[in-house]
């Protein structure tokens, strides 16, 4: 961690660290389950949903960067439930996955006054890394704009976080110094990392398991269950800025 320094503006991920996309998932692939078993009693929705995950963890995007991000889901979710169904199952499957999923994210009531209230003192910026399209659909949802300074989604850029280069755009929005900026997210390999390489005054790791910070790598500056908690750590830092 850096020192001598005094907070002047945070920067966010959002993915799991202001929202519960996971929780979205779980929403929206139960949905899917249930409209599977509708139109198919014998289809094995679940074996079809866990070959679509793996499917979408080896290839978020079409690797030939031909296909569209939509596109290219659907044809994941027919690879999914293989060409023993019809193309049209494989679209009700994919609009019934990110209807529902988009419907259930949102700011938590918390984490909007606590945006509120931080940004009445820093400025706040909001990094995340992933497809323009599919960040930009969330964001919307979400109505983040209102809370942020400026917002960077990785999809547009050269890199994605760890990267340097997208946080010294960061920077660049911000109008702030590497050491006058925390970085705050879920991820020890893209937000932790990040902000390590790119020289942030902290790295504020988001871990609801609450594991020992002591023994990951690369090592937070402060690990915190919830991103409600980042007030305490802004407390500290202010104390620490305050030494003489």
Same mark, same amino acid.
């Given at each position: 961690m850096a020192a001598g320094s005094r907070v002047g503006a945070i920067i966010f991920d959002l993915d799991n660290t202001l929202i519960e996309t996971n929780q979205a998932d779980i929403v929206a692939y139960n949905e899917v389950k249930r409209m599977l078993k509708e139109e198919d009693p014998q289809c094995d929705a679940e074996d079809v949903i866990q070959a679509f995950k793996q499917y979408l963890l080896e290839m978020q995007l079409d690797p030939t960067e031909i296909m569209p991000v939509d596109e290219w889901r659907t044809e994941l979710w027919q690879r999914a439930l293989n060409s +023993? +169904?019809? !193309?049209? &199952?494989?679209?009700?499957? +994919?609009?019934?996955?990110?209807?529902?999923? &988009? =419907?259930?994210?949102?700011?938590?009531? *918390?984490?909007? =006054?606590? &945006?509120?209230?931080?940004?009445? !003192?820093?400025?706040?910026?909001?990094?995340? !890394?992933?497809?323009?399209? #599919? =960040?930009?659909?969330?964001?919307? =949802?979400?109505?983040?704009?209102? +809370?942020?300074?400026?917002?960077? @989604?990785?999809?547009?850029?050269?890199?994605?976080?760890?990267?340097? $280069?997208?946080?010294?755009?960061?920077?660049? @929005? &911000?109008g702030a110094s590497p050491s006058e900026c925390i970085m705050v997210g879920d991820s020890l390999n893209t937000d932790i990392q990040g902000g390590v390489n790119?020289? @942030?005054?902290?790295? #504020?790791?988001?871990? *609801?398991?609450?594991? !020992?910070?002591?023994? @990951?790598?690369? %090592? *937070?500056?402060?690990?915190?269950?919830? #991103?409600?908690?980042? %007030?305490?750590?802004?407390?500290?830092? $202010?104390?620490v800025d305050k030494i003489p």
């Open positions: +023993y +169904y019809a !193309n049209d &199952l494989a679209i009700k499957a +994919y609009q019934t996955w990110k209807a529902t999923r &988009l =419907q259930n994210i949102h700011f938590s009531e *918390p984490v909007k =006054q606590l &945006l509120s209230d931080l940004h009445r !003192n820093y400025k706040l910026l909001l990094l995340t !890394n992933g497809d323009s399209q #599919v =960040q930009w659909e969330k964001i919307a =949802q979400i109505g983040a704009k209102h +809370y942020f300074d400026g917002i960077l @989604v990785s999809g547009d850029h050269p890199h994605p976080k760890p990267h340097p $280069s997208i946080f010294a755009l960061a920077f660049r @929005v &911000l790119a020289g @942030v005054l902290a790295t #504020v790791w988001v871990d *609801p398991k609450r594991q !020992n910070p002591e023994m @990951v790598f690369p %090592r *937070p500056d402060f690990s915190i269950a919830s #991103v409600l908690d980042v %007030r305490k750590v802004l407390e500290e830092l $202010s104390i």
